[in-house]
């Protein structure tokens, strides 16, 4: 089956540091992958769209100069939150669509559990 | 607002039953559900798929179930094993969005008693 592989999975970091989270499909092209945040308990709430070689496309309420995604090439797209703070703390997880898509299928990383101290 | 939704929280079942998640949409424009398993701390795995030209599909211990008409599905595990005992949320995607978005529900937690 398709696998994504997500790194790191846990990062503690300082305030005011950035924090940088890889995304790669490793027997898969995606020219499109996503990001999306966890809160404890709740639902996964997709902050971005990342399409390669174009600009990310952000969900309504999320800063893109706070969370910068790259998406350089067909198999790697990249989430950095900069100049992180405590509220920043959160459940990252990432997710790939198949180029060309099987359906409507993401497969989705492990996740990237990020503290902010 | 919420387009999916999982009214049910947390489900107990007892090993070898029958487990069944129910999930409710509002968008008219989905034409394409999925069902997710997560464990914790880990990212959410794809177990099975239908799209709104079909009613049911089956794989192995899993079926889902669709009802456009009532915009419900439903994810039925048969026979329970221990090892289902994780959060299953329902998503759904409309072929207007190019991307593929997908839209989730909350999950519901189940566990597999002995």
């Known amino acids: 089956g398709a696998v994504v592989s997500q790194h790191p999975s846990w990062v503690i970091c300082k305030s005011g540091t950035s924090v940088k989270i890889e995304c790669r499909s490793l027997d898969f092209q995606a020219t499109t992958m996503f990001w999306y945040r966890q809160f404890p308990k709740q639902s996964l709430m997709l902050m971005a769209t990342s399409n390669e070689g174009s600009k990310a496309t952000y969900e309504q309420g999320v800063e893109k100069d706070k969370f910068l995604i790259n998406h350089a090439s067909l198999t790697l797209s990249t989430l950095t939150v900069t100049s992180a703070h405590p509220e920043d703390s959160s459940f990252y997880i990432c997710s790939a669509r198949e180029t060309p898509p099987d359906k409507n299928i993401q497969y989705f990383g492990a996740g990237t559990r990020l503290s902010v101290l | 607002d919420q387009q999916v939704k999982q009214n049910s929280p947390s489900l107990s079942v007892q090993e070898g039953r029958i487990s069944i998640l129910n999930c409710d949409y509002t968008n008219s424009m989905f034409d394409y559900f999925l069902w997710y398993k997560k464990y914790p701390a880990e990212g959410p795995t794809f177990l099975i798929s239908i799209s709104s030209i079909k009613d049911k599909n089956e794989d192995g211990r899993f079926t889902v179930f669709l009802n456009k008409s009532a915009k419900h599905l439903s994810l039925h595990i048969v026979p329970s094993q221990p090892g289902d005992s994780a959060v299953y949320f329902c998503?759904?995607?409309?072929?207007?969005?190019?991307?593929?978005?997908?839209?989730f529900g909350a999950g519901t937690q189940v566990v597999v008693t002995p």
């Open positions: 998503a759904a995607s409309a072929a207007t969005d190019s991307w593929g978005k997908l839209q």
